[in-house]
T-cell receptor, first 114, second 110 residues
Framework: DVKVTQSSRYLVKRTGEKVFLECVQD?????MFWYRQDPGLGLRLIYF???????EKGDIPEGYSVSREKKERFSLILESASTNQTSMYLC?????????????FGQGTRLTVV | GQQLNQSPQSMFIQEGEDVSMNCTSS?????WLWYKQDPGEGPVLLIA?????ELTSNGRLTAQFGITRKDSFLNISASIPSDVGIYFC??????????FGTGTSLTVIP
């Protein structure tokens, strides 16, 4: 069974705190993604990575950074949390193999910044 | 980034009815995916389509990859209460990004 695991289901953080969201996949996938999901706005891509130590900005990277030191782990960092970063965060992974391009999601992290 | 046009936005149906939803894109894709998301959970993959014209079933779910490669359809037959949730389409071409629909919220009335 494929598995993408996010470290926390719920987080409450204070404005200005540095926040780490962790994601681990056990499928040996090359690609990993971080999205945020807000009502009426759908899924928006923050960052993605197609290899260890590689990262690409998505549509809304401002206020975020990422780290991919190992193939199975992709971390999202909020350098200084703000209330407008309150959201549902979703991690996903996929293979680069042709004909096998399915994205698998973690269970999500509901982050509240107060 | 591109968001796919998904319709309808929401549906309220009686248990036992069939459901249809679709996604359209201005770009062609090599892969179409359909997901279901329960409240507070991550999306779960339902069906993957890899070939234009392909029709694939998963239990009561059937999805089709449009011939133009710019659209896809999902049908749910004989709906039951546990079908409630938000359904998303996703498209993928070359490169690594996925593009998602805006979601269809399904409510099934017992």
């Amino acid at each position: 069974d494929v598995k993408v695991t996010q470290s926390s289901r719920y987080l409450v953080k204070r404005t200005g705190e540095k926040v780490f969201l962790e994601c681990v996949q056990d499928m040996d996938h090359e690609n990993m993604f971080w999205y945020r999901q807000d009502p009426g706005l759908g899924l928006r891509l923050i960052y993605f990575s197609y290899d260890v130590k590689m990262k690409e900005k998505g549509d809304i990277p401002e206020g975020y950074s990422v780290s991919r030191e190992k193939k199975e782990r992709f971390s999202l960092i909020l350098e200084s949390a703000s209330t407008n970063q309150t959201s549902m965060y979703l991690c996903a992974s996929s293979s680069s193999a042709q004909g096998n391009t399915e994205a698998f999601f973690g269970q999500g992290t509901r982050l509240t910044v107060v | 980034g591109q968001q796919l046009n998904q319709s309808p936005q929401s549906m309220f149906i009686q248990e036992g009815e069939d459901v249809s939803m679709n996604c359209t894109s201005s770009s062609i894709f090599n892969t179409w995916l359909w997901y279901k998301q329960d409240p507070g959970e991550g999306p779960v993959l339902l069906i993957a389509l890899y070939k234009a014209g392909e029709l694939t079933s998963n239990g009561r779910l059937t999805a089709q990859f449009g011939i133009t490669r710019k659209d896809s359809f999902l049908n749910i037959s004989a709906s039951i209460p546990s079908d409630v949730g938000i359904y998303f389409c996703a498209g993928h071409f070359t490169g690594n990004q996925f593009y998602f629909g805006t979601g269809t919220s399904l409510t099934v009335i017992p």
